[in-house]
């Protein structure tokens, strides 16, 4: 080949890998400047979410973790990778055994969850960080922002991090599951760039498909991971759809193998009375409500109050008429959205990511316990603080050329800017965490913002109950079921706050009540042999026992109260092995075993009393009923020979 032939066919090659890769030169040089704007970002993040670390366990958190027998074993993992149907963490395996490790780690102290959260959110940040840096260095972009690039990446990551409204996604334990998922994303599509800039790819190939499983055992939003792995590549990376299937299709391949995953998880159907079409609400009305909601999203993320845990208040539009003006708002979006893939592709990427990711929350599918939930904008929020930087600094720098100002002007000043939008949020951020520190200033909160909350209502009267007091539960509880008839956990703890005051008959009727809502409770079917138990009612009593166990084996509490019921007929061979299946289940249940020593002394297992009463005020010294039967086996002669 001639030395001509050879330069020029060095020169189309060139010219290929700049089209196809990001600028080796610029993207893969991690100097002191990536490492101070990281450092920035962990300190920021660190002091907005450090007083969250106080939060308590609250709403969901109840059913998820304190009251779900599957956490309390990490192995084997068919159970800590499962959960209770119509949990949040039913049907998202990796979420559940994220909370099976907590739990093995620090047993019920809301810290270390609190710990788990923050470091994921801490991971998706320094992940975007790097996402936005590598993207604004790309081909397409690297030519306007290759000397801007890590300062706007550092600050839409730092903004990103600190804003108030990741709060629901980050302080709100149980709503790990949205920021493992935009973890697992985002990392998904992290993996993927750097593997196509990566001489060696199969290893970041591998650990985007990997991610992409992970995710899709965390959050069903990860639906639309590797159709946006593969927009990226066609936006930013290869320039056509053809390009980019022909060099990454097995990476493409294996991606979209990880919606069998997802499917099959779906088809389990783990939450059915709260998702789906026959539900009394219709698709068109349910997506006639999102476009208001949309806006308010949109809207929070500029000024983000009032900050809520629930939206359960939210109307639903049942007329289009009546929220047109925000469908045409969004339509606009949408269009602008359209457009600019057409001509401006990088901004249309964005509007896409925004409303794709939303999209399974967001669209037609209801979901009609939680028509708004503010964690939903977590990942998609990403698209707004995106444009909004790159728009503010692109404004910036044009003003100050037509005005002729020194090139220093425009850093100087947005710098300044985003030192006062940071201090400002997370500012709010600290505040709002400040509601998680106990149930009862978050519901307080809630009420004064949004009173006619059947959810906050029923929240108040949780607080009430626990504390006590009754008389003030029982009337927070009338009030939620005057905005929601239909609401089950009210109805069971206004029969419990009934119950609180020995009046087991009214009790009974409400248990029925919640019952023909949830049949398949197990929690209410105990609860109803515990009124029924104390109605003198035993046999009755241990037919619901039964069934609560029927629907949940593993129920540590019917097995206990059964375990009891039989004891007290005197039928203590058939108690015993319900008082082993409870500690087998509930291992640290302090109450089961003092009533499993009773149980022994009374079949004449002293030994095995003794230790199961000491094991009892060990785990809960307060307790009286052990402390006395161990004294008197402790101290009793021993007998004639």
């Known amino acids: 080949m001639s030395s001509r032939n050879r330069k020029t066919q060095s020169k189309s090659s060139d010219v290929i890998a700049d089209r196809t890769t990001p600028s080796a030169a610029l993207v893969s040089k991690t100097g002191i400047r990536e ?49 209770p149907r119509e949990t949040p963490v039913a049907g998202r395996p990796a979420v559940a055994f994220s909370l099976a490790v907590n739990y093995a780690l620090g047993g019920l102290d809301p810290k270390g969850y609190h710990v788990f959260n923050i470091a994921v959110h801490l991971l998706c940040t320094l992940l975007l960080f790097g996402i936005v840096r590598r993207t604004l260095l790309s081909p397409r972009l690297g030519m306007r922002f290759s000397h801007s690039a890590p300062y706007l990446a550092g600050a839409t990551a730092l903004l990103w991090a600190v804003h108030p409204l990741q709060t629901d996604a980050v302080t709100y334990i149980v709503q790990r599951t949205e920021s493992l998922m935009a973890l697992s994303y985002l990392l998904t599509l992290y993996c993927a760039i750097r593997g196509w800039s990566a001489v060696h790819r199969r290893a970041w190939n591998a650990g985007a498909v990997v991610s992409c499983a992970l995710g899709m055992i965390s959050k069903e939003v990860m639906v639309s991971a590797p159709f946006m792995v593969l927009l990226y590549d066609r936006v930013f990376v290869s320039g056509t759809w053809r390009e980019a299937l022909r060099r990454s299709l097995g990476l493409y391949a294996g991606l979209a193998a990880t919606w069998v995953v997802l499917a099959a998880l779906v088809v389990g159907a783990h939450r059915t009375e709260t998702v789906g079409f026959a539900l009394g609400v219709t698709w068109r009305e349910y997506m006639w409500t999102q476009t208001g909601i949309i806006l308010h999203y949109l809207r929070l993320c500029f000024w983000p109050t009032p900050l809520l845990i629930t939206y359960d208040s939210w109307p639903i539009a049942h007329e289009a008429t009546r929220v047109w003006p925000h469908a045409v708002a969004v339509l606009a979006l949408l269009a602008a959205t359209a457009w600019a893939c057409r001509f401006r592709p990088s901004m249309g990427f964005a509007g896409i990511w925004f409303f794709i990711i939303l999209a399974p929350t967001s669209s037609i599918l209801p979901i009609i316990t939680e028509v708004a939930a503010e964690r939903r904008m977590y990942l998609s929020s990403v698209a707004v603080v995106v444009l909004t930087v790159t728009g503010v600094y692109l404004g910036a720098a044009w003003l100050a050329k037509r005005l002729a100002l020194p090139r220093s002007t425009v850093p100087v000043c947005l710098g300044a800017l985003v030192a006062v939008a940071t201090a400002l ?119 619901y026992y039964e069934k609560a166990l029927s629907l949940d084996a593993r129920s540590f509490q019917a097995h206990n109260n059964l375990a009891n019921a039989l004891a007290g007929r005197g039928l203590f061979e058939k108690a015993l092995p319900h008082y082993v299946a409870a500690l087998r289940a509930y291992p640290d249940f302090a109450e089961g075993h003092a009533n499993f020593g009773y149980v022994l002394e009374k079949t004449g297992q002293k030994p095995e009393a003794i230790a199961h009463y000491q094991e009892a005020l060990r785990l809960k010294p307060e307790l009286t009923m052990p402390r006395a039967r161990l004294d008197n086996l402790l101290n009793s002669p021993p007998p004639r020979q």
């Not at 450092?39 to 709403?59: D, E, R, T, Y």
């Not at 600290?430 to 009173?451: C, E, F, G, Q, V």
């Open 425 to 543: 949020l997370g500012q709010a951020t600290i505040k709002r965490n400040r509601d998680y520190h106990s149930a009862a200033l978050l519901w307080t909160d809630m009420l004064a913002k949004r009173p006619n909350s059947a959810i906050a209502q029923h929240g108040m009267g949780e607080v009430c109950l626990n504390a006590g007091r009754s008389d003030e539960a029982i009337r927070f509880f009338n009030r939620a079921l005057e905005l929601k008839p239909a609401f089950p956990e009210a109805l069971t703890n206004l029969a419990t706050a009934l119950a609180q005051q020995t009046r087991y008959f009214e009790a009974a009727i409400y248990y029925r009540e919640a019952l023909q809502l949830r049949p398949d409770s197990a929690l209410v079917c105990n609860n109803l042999a515990n009124a029924l138990a104390a109605q003198g009612k035993t046999d009755e009593a241990i037919e």
């Open 35 to 83: 490492v101070i704007l990281s450092l920035i970002i962990v300190a920021a993040v660190a002091a907005s979410q450090a007083n969250g670390l106080k939060g308590v366990f609250v709403f969901d958190d109840f059913s998820a973790i304190r009251d779900n027998p599957h956490v309390r074993q990490v192995w084997p993992l068919s159970q800590s990778m499962s959960a």
